[in-house]
């Protein structure tokens, strides 16, 4: 069956998806991978949380809609950066640090690159659903991504404020990975608009050009 780049009511199940198949087979693999060894379990969890919530609620909904092969794959790159991040935690990854070495930068930028990911990934399967799902306006379906991808980013913000000072104080400075920036909350929500931005912009003229070459 071909890549398919837009939901439809003829999509196939999970049982004969095989893409899908491969997706959360890798998934399972690299997630206990990053259990075993992770450096700091308490971090594991509590950065996994979200996780379990997202693959879960794509599991309850996947029989009443069913989401474009792309929108699966921007979700999985998604997915494996997060939980990547989480296994060293965003501050103390590795990649991060390769980076910064490379680049002479000040700081790990790998939360940077998850946060501005957030946009990029995620704000297309939020386009797929709500052009396939809810009978609203084409521009709707455009510009809804790009303010609920900064409203998430700033409730984000406000979990990992609640989560760092009220309920769990010890793992605080590991959670927030704000490295001494004062800024980081601002920087990550900024971020994450950006990639949305980027993200819808780039969707719209790949749109316009398939458009150009099959006008019918």
């Known amino acids: 069956m071909a890549f398919s780049t837009t939901s439809s009511i003829g999509r196939i199940p999970f049982r004969e998806h095989t893409l899908l198949k491969v997706y959360l087979g890798v998934f399972l693999m690299v997630w206990i991978w990053t259990f075993l060894g992770t450096t700091d379990n308490a971090n594991w969890w509590t950065e996994n949380a979200l996780t379990i919530v997202f693959i879960g609620g794509l599991a309850i909904s996947h029989r009443k809609f069913k989401f474009s092969d792309l929108s699966y794959t921007l979700m999985f790159v998604y997915i494996l950066l997060h939980i990547y991040g989480a296994m060293y935690t965003y501050a103390e990854n590795p990649a991060g640090y390769w980076l910064k070495d490379s680049f002479s930068l000040e700081r790990n930028p790998y939360d940077r690159i998850v946060h501005f990911s957030f946009g990029l990934l995620l704000a297309y399967p939020m386009r797929d659903y709500f052009t396939n799902h809810f009978n609203w306006p084409i521009w709707v379906c455009w510009l809804l991504p790009v303010e609920i991808t900064l409203s998430f980013s700033g409730a984000y913000e406000l979990i990992e404020w609640a989560v760092a000072d009220v309920f769990f104080p ?12 004062i800024w980081d909350a601002q920087k990550d929500m900024g971020l994450a608009l950006s990639g949305a931005i980027i993200s819808m912009v780039l969707a719209s003229l790949v749109k316009r050009m398939q458009g150009k070459i099959n006008p019918n």
Do not use: E, N
């Open 170 to 181: 010890a793992q605080g400075a590991a959670y927030l990975g704000s490295q001494g920036d």
